[in-house]
């Protein structure tokens, strides 16, 4: 595997200036920060600790997920969704569906897009997944209530959501693709975000249970608290090596990337939290390299 930024390319954008981009690895990290009046995807090599600037289009990028090696999904503010290959630094829009598309994830293949949008019957976001071969749209999952937030599983053949209901404000469930086959996989009465899968199935995500947003894993139906801060934690996700989570932090007062040491099973072992970004006007949503 060719780690980010060990390979470099090196191309003149517009006759002016030279773009510097890379080959994505194993220890690549995409994330948003505040850069030049918008929120622009940055990469990073976690082993080298360099850091590039990927996107820089005139919009704030809201999400972002790998799309395989080298390309980088990105979900903008009024509904843009583009394709940025790493290795001609190339960003390609793809067709507006609404302004209303928000929380938009690619599978690995980047056939199909996740996403939460706002129902025509209703005032409540609605899930739908959008086939990139067929054009189709399809609402899921086929059930009642406030959906968004969601996430892939590590190979794309299921899904997690947020879900609300009167039981639960949000509870975390995984579904098929098809929305035939869901169940609650966290349930309390909190406040329960931010969900990402481990290779081995051990799940992170945010929670305010113990009165602020903390960083939470959920193995076999065992939680357990894996940050305490007074400040926001929130947006989890296992690295590539499984043994690491990277999160966004607010406990030096602006949101910024971390990371933290946890053991292979998910039981307690784990680490300090390490501060990964130190941008002064902010770095946001971690997305690690899941492999392929």
Same mark, same amino acid.
């Given at each position: 595997? @060719?780690?980010?930024?060990?390979?470099?390319?090196?191309?003149?954008?517009?006759?002016?200036?030279?773009?510097? /981009?890379?080959?994505?690895?194993?220890?690549?990290?995409? #994330?948003? !920060? #505040?850069?030049?009046?918008?929120?622009?995807?940055? =990469?990073?090599?976690?082993?080298?600790?360099?850091?590039?600037?990927?996107?820089?289009?005139?919009?704030?990028?809201?999400?972002?997920?790998?799309?395989?090696?080298?390309?980088?999904?990105?979900?903008?503010?009024?509904?843009?969704?583009?394709? =940025?290959?790493?290795?001609?630094?190339? *960003?390609?829009?793809?067709?507006?569906?609404?302004?209303?598309?928000?929380?938009?994830? $690619?599978?690995?293949?980047?056939? /199909? =897009?996740?996403?939460?949008?706002?129902?025509?019957?209703?005032?409540?976001?609605?899930?739908?997944?959008?086939?990139?071969?067929?054009?189709? $749209?399809? *609402?899921?999952?086929?059930?009642?209530?406030?959906? /968004?937030?969601?996430?892939?599983?590590?190979?794309?053949?299921?899904?997690?959501?947020?879900?609300?209901?009167?039981?639960?404000?949000?509870?975390?469930?995984?579904?098929?693709?098809?929305?035939?086959?869901?169940?609650?996989?966290?349930?309390?009465?909190?406040?329960?975000?931010?969900?990402?899968?481990?290779?081995?199935?051990?799940?992170? #995500?945010?929670?305010?249970?113990?009165?602020?947003?903390?960083?939470?894993?959920?193995?076999?139906?065992?939680?357990?608290?894996?940050?305490?801060?007074?400040?926001?934690?929130? !947006?989890?996700?296992?690295?590539?090596?499984?043994?690491? $989570?990277?999160?966004?932090?607010?406990?030096?007062?602006?949101?910024?990337?971390?990371? @933290?040491?946890?053991?292979?099973?998910?039981?307690?072992?784990?680490?300090?939290?390490?501060?990964?970004?130190?941008?002064?006007?902010?770095?946001?949503?971690?997305?690690? #390299?899941?492999?392929?």
């Amino acid at each position: 595997m @060719i780690n980010i930024i060990k390979t470099l390319l090196w191309v003149t954008v517009s006759g002016l200036a030279v773009f510097p /981009f890379s080959i994505a690895g194993a220890d690549s990290l995409a #994330y948003l !920060k #505040y850069t030049d009046d918008f929120w622009q995807v940055h =990469i990073r090599d976690t082993e080298t600790d360099v850091e590039r600037k990927i996107t820089n289009t005139k919009y704030d990028k809201t999400r972002i997920s790998w799309v395989g090696e080298n390309r980088i999904f990105v979900n903008g503010v009024q509904g843009q969704m583009a394709i =940025i290959d790493l290795t001609t630094a190339r *960003e390609t829009s793809l067709p507006f569906i609404s302004s209303h598309v928000n929380d938009a994830v $690619i599978s690995k293949d980047g056939r /199909f =897009i996740l996403y939460s949008s706002i129902s025509d019957t209703s005032d409540l976001n609605r899930l739908y997944i959008y086939d990139r071969s067929s054009g189709d $749209i399809t *609402e899921l999952p086929k059930r009642d209530g406030l959906q /968004f937030d969601p996430a892939w599983s590590r190979q794309s053949e299921y899904f997690f959501f947020v879900a609300g209901d009167d039981v639960s404000p949000y509870s975390l469930w995984k579904s098929s693709l098809d929305g035939s086959d869901q169940r609650v996989v966290v349930r309390n009465k909190h406040h329960n975000l931010d969900i990402n899968e481990s290779r081995n199935g051990v799940l992170a #995500y945010s929670s305010n249970r113990s009165g602020n947003y903390d960083i939470w894993l959920e193995n076999n139906g065992s939680s357990r608290q894996l940050t305490e801060h007074d400040g926001y934690d929130g !947006k989890p996700v296992w690295a590539n090596d499984n043994k690491t $989570i990277y999160f966004e932090s607010a406990r030096n007062g602006v949101v910024n990337i971390w990371s @933290i040491s946890v053991s292979n099973d998910g039981e307690d072992g784990w680490g300090k939290p390490v501060q990964v970004t130190h941008s002064e006007k902010g770095a946001r949503l971690p997305v690690a #390299y899941a492999g392929d």
